[in-house]
């Protein structure tokens, strides 16, 4: 147990040291000039923004946020902050997407206080982290009553994503290899969130991947 615990914590070492090379406007670049990537990302903000409902001037937090390139989409709703280990995403986020509050932290322990924020967004984020059930219990910490907090993985269980990120990894996306510790379906997602929320599941990308709706449960 030990040895694969030093394996995980080496690998997210060695993914947070490659992802330094990734260039910052990545995401940015990938929407703008590649047909693919666009309606891979747009298909998602699309989805996403439907779960927001009725959320106005809502406090939100978004994990993962990157460079802010996917979070900006969402400044509408509200006041959002936007989270990520790597400084210089947030360095860049804070000089191109002024509407977002960049800070600096890791998903796993949230420097926020309880109660704080009205929805959490976490998307294509979570199969990257060491513990995601000490995300989610964090997630539900920060959350209010009844807040809501939106996740997105891809779907695991499906022949044609694996496929698909098996090729990704191989040619363009190279720089992603070995970034998934964790392998996720409906199943392991709901046993994962099920204490701590009411969950709705969703999908998008001809159900390649899995989009949830959570509301907070009083514990």
């Known amino acids: 147990m030990r040895k694969r615990t030093l394996k995980k914590e080496q690998s997210t070492i060695a993914f947070n040291q490659k992802n330094q090379s990734v ?9 703008r000039h590649f047909g693919v990537q666009k ?3 747009m298909q998602r903000v699309k989805a996403i923004k439907k779960l927001f409902g009725a959320a106005n001037k809502a406090a939100i937090l978004d994990i993962g946020c990157n460079s802010g390139t996917t979070t900006n989409f969402f400044t509408a709703y509200g006041t959002i902050v936007g989270l990520d280990i790597l400084g210089k995403n947030v360095l860049y986020g804070r000089k191109h997407y002024p509407k977002i509050n960049f800070a600096i932290g890791d998903g796993q322990y949230l420097p926020f206080a309880n109660n704080s924020f009205d929805v959490v967004i976490c998307l294509e984020t979570l199969e990257h ?16 009553t009844n807040g809501i907090f939106i996740l997105e993985v891809q779907d695991d269980s499906k022949i044609i994503w694996k ?8 040619t363009t996306g190279k720089i992603w290899r070995h970034s998934h510790f964790h392998k996720f379906n409906r199943k392991t997602l709901i046993k ?28």
Not at 129 to 137: D, E, G, Q
Not at 163 to 170: G, H, V
Not at 203 to 214: D, E, V
């Open 163 to 170: 496929l698909i990120w098996w090729t990704w990894q191989k």
């Open 23 to 31: 260039p910052l406007d990545y995401y940015e670049h990938a929407i």
């Open 129 to 144: 982290i060491f513990n995601p059930y000490l995300l989610v219990k964090e997630v539900h910490r920060v959350l209010k």
């Open 39 to 41: 309606f891979w990302h």
């Open 192 to 219: 994962i969130l099920s204490p701590f929320f009411q969950i709705k599941l969703y999908s998008c990308h001809l159900k390649l991947s899995i989009i949830i709706k959570g509301i907070k449960k009083s514990k």
